[in-house]
Every structure is written in C-alpha cells, then in structure tokens.
C-alpha cells in the first residue's frame, strides 16, 4: 500500500523541536515532502528558549534518511514579508502546496494585572497573526489547484479560560479556534479542508 501523502508537499511551523519536529517527521514518514520552518531564534520575553537553526537542520536530515524531499527554511511567521518569501521558497522547490500546519506559538505566564502590551503583541502576533499570515499567502495557491489541507494547532485553553496567568495566551488560540471555523467554512466552495485541534498539557 503507498503511504497516504505520496506526493504531497506538506508546511510545518515551529519544526525546529517538540511538537512540530514530531508534526514534520509524521508528514514525511506518510510520503509527504515537507518544508520545515522555524523562526531559530528566542524572542523575548518568552522565557524558554526557541528552536535553533542546528535543530532545524536535524529534522531535515531525519526527514532526508526517510527518503523525503526536505528544505529547511527560517521564518518569524509573525511578519508578513517573511511569510511571503518563505511561501515563495516552497512553491519555487517544490512547485505546489498541498497541506499547511499552523503550529507555530509561545506562550509566557503573567498575572493579568502584570501583563504588558509588549507580551500581549508578541503572543497575538505569533499565535494568532501568524496563522494568519501562512493561511492567507498558503491559500491562493490552494484555491487554484482546487484542494488543500490546513490544520491549526490550538489549545485545550481556547476552549476555555484558565486560572494559570494565561489570560493573553487562552485569547490567542481562542482567536485561531475562531479563525479556523470561518476559514473552514469559506473554503469548503475550494474544496479545501481548515481544521484545528487542540492539545493539553502532559
């Protein structure tokens, strides 16, 4: 049996470590050719550190022992530009895009009380614009060879707000959960499928 993405060019963000490295490698163990993005540096005042480009470069040599086309690309998904050229590079490698993983996020823990509109900005801009800015350069692409796949990576707190210091955090995938049932419902005409799904904490 040919496995289930032969041929498909697949887009994961924050693929550097944990889940999206995890998200890059299952593509590429079904068959997909997978770009791998991530931004590679830490941005403050998130205070664990970001992927590293050397971790970047890791999961595309594992991607590569699979026997998958791979290209390593850096990108803050949180500005337009780069989001753009990165979109570029894809098509420009690989000629189409058949499926986009929004997982790409951060996430700090501050009373609300101490929250800044620094930390605000930076958690809306890479949890919640970020999406934004992959899904609207993704899918003109998507629309024009008629079909594609779109998964947002949320949060079991976008359901529901929680008592953690994570008031701004809980808005952001709230945000994205939102964005993802409108999408899904625009696109449908497309035949392209927007779908979200929610992790919790281990």
């Known amino acids: ?17 944990g889940l999206g490295a995890v998200l890059a490698l299952a593509l590429a163990r079904e068959g997909a050719s997978v770009a791998a993005v991530d931004v590679c540096h830490d941005l403050p005042p998130v205070s664990y550190p970001m992927g590293t480009e050397e971790e970047l470069n890791q999961v595309v040599q594992e991607i590569k022992a699979l026997g998958q086309r791979t290209i390593a690309v850096k990108c803050d998904v949180s500005k337009a530009d780069e989001v753009e050229r990165m979109v570029k590079t894809v098509i420009d490698e690989f000629g189409k895009i058949d499926i986009l993983v929004n997982n790409a996020g951060v996430v700090t823990f501050t009373p609300f009380v101490d929250l800044t509109e620094e930390e605000w900005n930076l958690i809306m801009d890479v949890n919640l614009k970020g999406p934004f800015h992959c899904c609207k350069y993704v899918l003109p692409h998507m629309i024009a060879q008629k079909a ?9 707190d976008g359901r529901q707000g929680m008592p953690s210091r994570l008031a701004h955090y809980c808005s952001s995938k709230a945000g994205l959960h939102m964005l993802t049932d409108a999408l899904s419902k625009e ?16």
């Not at 498909?8 to 693929?15: D, M």
């Not at 696109?187 to 281990?202: Q, T």
């Open 187 to 202: 696109m449908a005409e497309h035949n392209i499928n927007v779908n979200c799904v929610a992790p919790g904490a281990l």
């Open 1 to 17: 049996m040919a496995p289930r993405l032969e041929g498909k060019v697949g887009i994961v963000t924050g693929a550097a470590h």
């Open 148 to 156: 594609g796949k779109i998964v947002n990576v949320g949060s079991v």
